[in-house]
Every structure is written in C-alpha cells, then in structure tokens.
C-alpha cells in the first residue's frame, strides 16, 4: 500500500520554504520524489527476455512463438544490403549495422511483423541501438534481439532507445559454438 503525503503548497513555494517544513515532511516528501524518479526509469525499460514472455499463455505468445520456430515469409538485411527478400515479408532478419540503413534500402515495411536484430558482439553496442525507426512499420509487435554473447538484462535494456510502445523489444542469448 502506497503512502499519502500531502504537502501544504504554500510552504512549497521555492526550495528555500523546504526547511520550513518538519523533518519527517522532509523525509518523506523527499522518498516520494525519489520513488516517483526510479518508478519512471522502470516504466521505461520494456526489454523482456523471449523465455520470460512465452511463459504468459495467450495468443501473442503464440503468435510470437510462431515467428521464432516457424518458416515465414522474410527480407534479410545483411552489412546494409537485402540478401534475400520474399513476397509480402512478415519477418525481417538484420544485424546491428543495417539498422540505421532500413529507411534508405527501398524496404516495403507495411507487412512486417517481427524484427530480429543479430549482436555478434559487445563491440557492435557501442552506444544504444536507436529503435524509432521501427515505430515506420504499421503492423510491427515484436523486436527480438538476439545477442550472440552472455548479456545480463540490464545490457540488454541499455543496448537501446527509442523504442515505441506499441511494440514488444525481447532479447535472447544464443551463443553459437
């Protein structure tokens, strides 16, 4: 349960009028303040690991399920170059280095489902993958990352930006031997 802390707006005026207040409105005014901040920066991360969301049963866990095992209709975009393309791709496979390049590449982005973006390395994230682009593509619901590397999910949340809400990002180790 939440605590309540009513704070008299006229002692609020400036931060001088703070000292004004008794030390336990102080306090916890202060703690409200600071768990309003980190609750913010928690919202914020959406990264989930794959395992994690096919726990839940429903049906976009099926769907997802679907993309990740089945054989589907896909664009592959490898060093910024289409590789191989299919008619009305609903997946497409990239590599940390095209990304930025999709907008430029002439992709027909209406019938994308499913993202999948290959690290190789911690090298490739030197600064967070800027996922706005992806907010382009009308029926994107999954962005998967998949790390070729052990990655905590802290990484694996700070390895990007920008994502929109209206998409899953989901990350997955797998380390090829």
């Given at each position: ?101 999709i907008s430029t590449i002439g992709l027909d982005t209406k019938s994308i489902e499913f993202v999948s973006i290959k690290i190789n390395s911690k090298n490739e994230i ?32 700070t390895s990007v930006i920008k994502a929109s809400e209206n998409q899953s990002v989901l990350y997955k180790v797998e380390i090829q031997s």
């Open positions: 349960m939440k605590n309540l802390v009513l704070v008299d707006c006229k002692k609020m005026n400036s931060f001088k009028n703070l000292k004004s207040l008794d030390g336990r409105n102080f306090i916890l005014t202060l703690l409200l303040f600071i768990g309003t901040v980190f609750s913010g920066y928690s919202q914020n991360s959406r990264v989930m690991y794959v395992n994690d969301f096919l726990k839940n049963s429903n049906t976009e866990v099926t769907k997802l399920q679907g993309y990740l095992t089945n054989l589907n209709p896909s664009v592959y975009v490898v060093n910024e170059v289409i590789t191989k393309k299919t008619e009305k791709s609903l997946c497409l496979y990239t590599d940390v280095k095209s990304v930025r390049s030197v600064s967070p993958i800027d996922l706005s682009f992806f907010s382009q593509f009308p029926n994107l619901k999954y962005i998967v990352l998949e790390f070729e590397f052990e990655v905590s999910r802290s990484a694996a949340e």
